[in-house]
């Protein structure tokens, strides 16, 4: 059950009940535009990754600036935003186990539901799912183009794989799933340009095997906010699917541009809204946001707008900030913006954003997929 939205519509940012989820919807709508630009002065489609927002809402206002779609990472977040309205998904991941390929079909009734595989023992469940309601299935090949997670090798077992695909009765060919995760936050930039330039002979001769083969690819799909020019100078992937580009963290805050400035492609929208709820000294305090208000595990928020003074020590409920190096003067009750180390988890603990512009409470929108693991 969700909890109580943390403010009303017009309140001042000041009052809003904390930790809260903030959205700065100046810098969040810039962000938006900015990318579905790219895309389309670029010639390629856009499908955001959802797993980042979770949000029907915002699912929306990228496809009312020309998203063909949006990526999920699991069943349950695709039912959510498919249930909200949304009507054109691709689960970028392996959906394997009866249940989940059970409601995978059943889904693929109501909108239109792609999937990727790299098994063919998972493409003969898939295709026998999908049978059994009645629907044709989209499938994309997962390739490991060198994040050394999920995806069959490329080239000969890619293109075996999307045989397999291609003579079951109720699934489709739709072409391959090329994403270099890892490549996502390699902080230099020319190591970064690196990694997608190897991943890009990889899916190149890919695609041109399966061409060989008698096998298109309506999509090659993949990209990230940390790597979406490479993909698209490369004119071999033809759909991104970047994610964190709305929001930004303090993670992403760390790679480097070509200059070796920091990487500011994108602003920081999304913020943990915290209060000082102890101050009993002078070289630090207390806010209640720890690690149930955050996402920790790629590093600690960076505080905004206050120099000098960082997050440290979180516990479950707690963080402190550490005031020995600074001049600012903090004191109980005040309320700090904190810059997540890593949105998509941290957006995973609430169940509300809380959307605002000069000063005040614009927008509530309910995170859709909220807990959402299935």
């Known amino acids: 059950m969700p909890q109580p939205a943390p403010a009303r519509i017009g309140d001042a940012a000041e009052d809003i009940d904390t930790p809260a989820l903030l959205i700065e919807l100046d810098a969040f709508e810039r962000n938006l535009r900015k990318m579905a630009e790219f895309a389309k002065e670029a010639g390629v489609r856009l499908r955001p990754h959802s797993k980042t927002h979770k949000s029907a809402h915002i699912a929306r206002l990228q496809m009312e600036l020309g998203a063909v779609g949006v990526c999920c990472q699991k069943v349950s977040e695709a039912e959510a935003l498919v249930q909200s309205g949304i009507n054109d998904v691709l689960i970028s991941n392996q959906v394997v186990g009866r249940h989940k390929l059970n409601r995978l079909s059943a889904l693929a009734r109501h909108a239109k539901v792609a999937v990727c595989a790299d098994d063919a023992d998972n493409v003969a469940d898939l295709n026998a799912a999908a049978g059994q309601v009645g629907v044709i299935m989209d499938v994309l090949v997962e390739i490991d183009v060198g994040a050394g997670r999920c995806g069959v090798a490329p080239g000969d077992a890619a293109v075996t794989l999307a045989k397999e695909i291609d003579r079951s009765r109720n699934l489709r060919f739709a072409g391959i799933q090329a994403y270099q995760g890892s490549a996502q936050h390699i902080r230099d930039f020319a190591e970064r340009k690196m990694a997608i330039n190897a991943a890009q002979v990889l899916t190149k001769k890919t695609v041109e095997q399966l061409a ?132 998509d988890p941290t957006v995973n603990l609430y169940d509300w954003y809380v959307g605002v512009r000069n000063g005040r409470v614009e927008a509530l929108w309910q995170v859709t997929a909220r807990g959402a693991l299935t």
């Open 212 to 343: 060989e083969a008698g096998l298109d690819c309506d999509t090659v799909g993949g990209a990230g906010t940390g790597t979406y020019e490479f993909h698209t100078k490369s004119k071999v992937w033809n759909e991104l699917q970047c994610g964190s580009y709305v929001f930004m963290d303090a993670d992403y805050g760390q790679n480097r541009m070509s200059d070796g400035k920091p990487f500011r492609a994108f602003e920081n929208s999304l913020f943990v809204l915290a209060t000082v709820m102890s101050k009993t000294g002078d070289d630090f305090c207390v806010v209640d946001a720890g690690h149930k208000a955050l996402g920790n595990d790629q590093g600690f928020p960076v505080v905004s707008e206050l120099e000098d003074v960082t997050y440290s020590k979180p516990s479950d409920e707690h963080g402190r900030l550490d005031l020995s190096e600074t001049r600012q003067a903090l004191k109980l009750g005040d309320k700090v913006r904190l810059i997540p180390g890593h949105c």
